[in-house]
């Protein structure tokens, strides 16, 4: 469960991250959804934004993506006349289509014409276990790059 995920990985608060490892770890897992430093792809929150938060709840929002997911980023599930289903955030719903951003930027255009249906998600787009294969030590390098340390 996320709860046990956060509770595994609470270690990591309590070391002292490598800022250099912890941008591997970024450019590996996040940067094709997020930017920190001019770097990585806009589809979720620029993490700029987001580490003034602290630590611990960047890390919850790691382990836990989908406990508290913005308006702004939640998922648009939509299906099309031709059976075709696209998830992404919403880059811009205007009277002719929906456009959204999916990961790595792809940005798909949906003319009204095509959508059956169209249905907000609770989730957020980014994927629960990001953590496998990290362990503690490597969450604390991927904080201390995200603090800017």
């Known amino acids: 469960s996320r709860a046990e995920a956060v509770k ?8 002292t991250g490598n800022a250099a490892k912890g941008r591997a770890i970024y450019e590996e897992r996040c940067a094709s959804c997020h930017r920190l430093y001019g770097q990585g792809t806009p589809v979720g929150p620029d993490l700029e934004s987001v ?3 602290g630590k611990e709840t960047t890390l919850i929002n790691i382990l836990d993506p989908n406990r508290e997911v913005p ?11 031709d059976d075709e289903d696209i ?7 205007a009277a002719n289509g929906i456009s959204i951003i999916q990961a790595n930027g792809v940005e798909s255009f949906v003319p009204r014409s095509r959508i059956r249906s169209t249905r907000t998600s609770t989730t957020s787009l980014m994927p629960e276990g990001l953590e496998a294969g990290l362990s503690p030590a490597d969450l604390a390098d ?8």
């Open 8 to 15: 595994k990985y609470s270690a990591a608060l309590e070391l």
């Open 51 to 53: 580490r003034t938060a």
């Open 71 to 81: 308006p702004r980023y939640a998922t648009l599930e939509i299906s099309t006349t």
């Open 87 to 93: 998830s992404g955030v919403i880059a811009n719903d």
């Open 142 to 149: 991927l904080l201390s790059y995200i603090a800017g340390e």
